[in-house]
């Protein structure tokens, strides 16, 4: 039962036998910086899928073979990019026989015009009826009526034939193409059309998230203000294999009914600038401004120890000495998290903490930057 005492007596000689060297080992250099003062959103989290604003059928106006492929499965285009041609013969035929026709009643107008004038001079000296010239007043409009029926035809068939170059409608990426040269495809007359792909707009794109309906209601004023443009609601968003919410962009519609299955309000943003690498369908880690700017303290995660359920940091006092601080550690944001219980001059341990066993060991503080724990 004495052994402990004796060993504590041993160990006391022991120290005060010690060379002084030994006595006073200088104190363990640490990284220290003060909390970073800024001012932030409250968010939340959600999760969400990325959305093309537009998605659009690709099909031809007129049926016909296709001639040429111009664009390739998947690639991106511009708006009135010719995407693929279909044989125009038929439909310059079609030009040729329309402008004929225009011809035609070109001729017969003018021969009706000379004949109505004719017979108005005639009238004039009773040498002919007035029946015989109101034959050919009417003649003439019949004539002129015809000549716009064949200019009008003559534009159709133009028409049809600028068709048979299939251009985009809008700046966009292709889907998988469903022709081949030869292939023949059926136009937007009386049968359904021939879908030869789809094209989708990939930059700005939406994102849609749901609320649960508790929070729709908390925010339904701040989402109705960013969706009007007053005071918009900002989200930033990211995808798998992105580090961190890399794009930023606001609320411009919320549903007009909360979904009475699942209890939630469907969500949009629109982020613009993500350049194609926000791709349609994909799942999408949404941050949702909830509350306007506030100011908040932020601390690396690396400084934050744990005690049971405790958070703390490691403060250093004017002579160098380490105390515990208990904090209450909030939201992340990246490798920084809102924290309450310091000062924004207090200075705390940020890196190396290891090296301190105890709170009370003095350190030897040297300048660090709390975002990126880099010496100053």
Known sequence: MRRPALLASILVLAACGA?????????PEVGVASPIARELPATRLLTG??????????????????????????????PGQALFELDPAPFQAAVARAAAAVAESEARL????????????????????QQVHDDSVNQAQATEAALAAARAALG???????????????AGRLGLLSIAVGSQVQGGG???????????????????????????????????????????????????????????????????H????????????????A?????????????????????????????ILAQLATRYVLSVGEQGVTAFRPVQVGQAHGALREVSGLAPNDVIV?????????PGMPVAGKPVDMETLQAK
């Not at 108005?120 to 009826?129: H, I, M, N």
């Not at 509350?291 to 400084?303: C, G, K, M, Y």
């Not at 940020?350 to 105890?358: E, G, H, Q």
């Open 350 to 358: 940020a890196t190396n903490l290891a090296k301190v066993f105890f």
């Open 156 to 170: 159709t068939a133009q028409l049809d034939l600028d068709w048979t170059t299939v251009r985009a409608p809008i």
């Open 258 to 273: 909360i979904d009475p299955t699942a209890g939630t309000m469907r969500v949009r943003a629109v982020i613009r600038g």
């Open 110 to 129: 003018r021969q009706a015009v000379d004949a109505r004038e004719r017979n108005q001079r005639l009238l004039a000296d009773k040498l002919v009826s």
């Open 275 to 303: 350049e194609g690498a926000l791709t349609a369908g994909a799942y999408a880690r949404v941050e949702l401004e909830t509350e306007p700017a506030r100011q908040v303290l932020l601390v690396h995660e690396q400084a």
């Open 190 to 256: 009386g049968m359904p059309p021939s879908v030869i792909t789809s094209l989708i707009t990939v930059d700005p794109v939406y994102v849609g998230f749901d609320l649960d309906e508790a929070s729709y209601h908390r925010l339904a004023p701040r989402l109705a203000a960013s969706v009007r443009g007053e005071q918009p609601m900002t989200v930033r968003v990211g995808v798998s294999g992105q580090d961190g919410l890399p794009y930023t962009g606001r609320v411009v519609f919320t549903d007009n």
């Open 49 to 78: 899928r990325i959305e093309p604003i537009d998605i659009l059928e690709i099909s031809p106006k007129v049926g016909g073979t296709v001639s040429r492929i111009l664009a390739r499965s998947g690639a991106l285009v511009e």
């Open 19 to 27: 060379p002084p060297q030994m006595q006073q080992m200088p104190p």
